[in-house]
T-cell receptor, first 111, second 113 residues
Framework: DQQVKQNSPSLSVQEGRISILNCDYT??????FLWYKKYPAEGPTFLIS?????DKNEDGRFTVFLNKSAKHLSLHIVPSQPGDSAVYFC??????????FGAGTTVTVRA | NAGVTQTPKFQVLKTGQSMTLQCAQD?????MYWYRQDPGMGLRLIYY???????DKGEVPNGYNVSRLNKREFSLRLESAAPSQTSVYFC????????????FGPGTRLLVL
């Protein structure tokens, strides 16, 4: 049973607009959350993370929001750029090495 | 600085054949991991190694064995490949277990016929 779910397999957005990716989790022991980005034929690369003691973390164009009561997090990309076209994985861990990944959301940024 | 490297990039096996996937990292990381990625499933941890000489099972270890040869290298062996092991395999490393960022290799695409 998947403990981390990304219910939108794909997202298409126009260049310059906001991309919003969503992620839900079921395990209340998760206290650290990450987003990874993956291009075709490459391995995932770390993008941004958030601890459960925060509800927002920002890094340039990327912001992650955490709603612990809803067991939900989201990734905002503003503004979206063509180079952002990739697969984005949400991951969570109960403060150890065991990362649980979602199935991924494929983002396509249209010119 | 190559980061995490994996060989081979692509392999086709027949059911019952064996093979070893190789992984090496040059970041002096202590921890190394093997994942598999299947459509609609995300990445799932197969095995983990906290340090040279130690290994632990992950979420889906059945059908696999691992060897942490030294600090740099962590290999994954399929003794008798099955079609269910058709997948993309990723190796990763991190400084230590915990919240440190995991760095991934480019992956090995394996097809078992």
């Amino acid at each position: 049973d998947q403990q981390v779910k990304q219910n939108s397999p794909s997202l298409s957005v126009q260049e310059g607009r906001i991309s919003i990716l969503n992620c839900d989790y079921t395990n209340s022991m998760f206290d650290y959350f990450l987003w990874y980005k993956k291009y075709p034929a490459e391995g995932p690369t770390f993008l941004i993370s958030i601890s459960s003691i925060k509800d927002k973390n920002e890094d340039g164009r990327f912001t992650v929001f955490l709603n612990k009561s809803a067991k939900h997090l989201s990734l905002h990309i503003v503004p979206s750029q063509p180079g952002d076209s990739a697969v984005y994985f949400c991951a969570a861990t109960p403060n150890d090495y065991k990362l649980s990944f979602g199935a991924g959301t494929t983002v396509t940024v249209r010119a | 600085n190559a980061g995490v490297t994996q060989t081979p990039k692509f392999q086709v096996l027949k059911t019952g054949q064996s093979m070893t996937l190789q992984c090496a990292q040059d970041m002096n990381h202590n921890s190394m991991y093997w994942y598999r990625q299947d459509p609609g499933m995300g990445l799932r941890l197969i095995y983990y190694s906290a340090s040279e000489g130690t290994t632990d099972k992950g979420e889906v270890p059945n059908g696999y064995n691992v060897s942490r040869l030294n600090k740099r290298e962590f290999s994954l062996r399929l003794e008798s490949a099955a079609p269910s092991q058709t997948s993309v395999y990723f190796c990763a490393s991190s400084e230590a277990k915990g919240r440190e960022t995991q760095y991934f290799g480019p992956g090995t695409r394996l097809l078992v016929l």
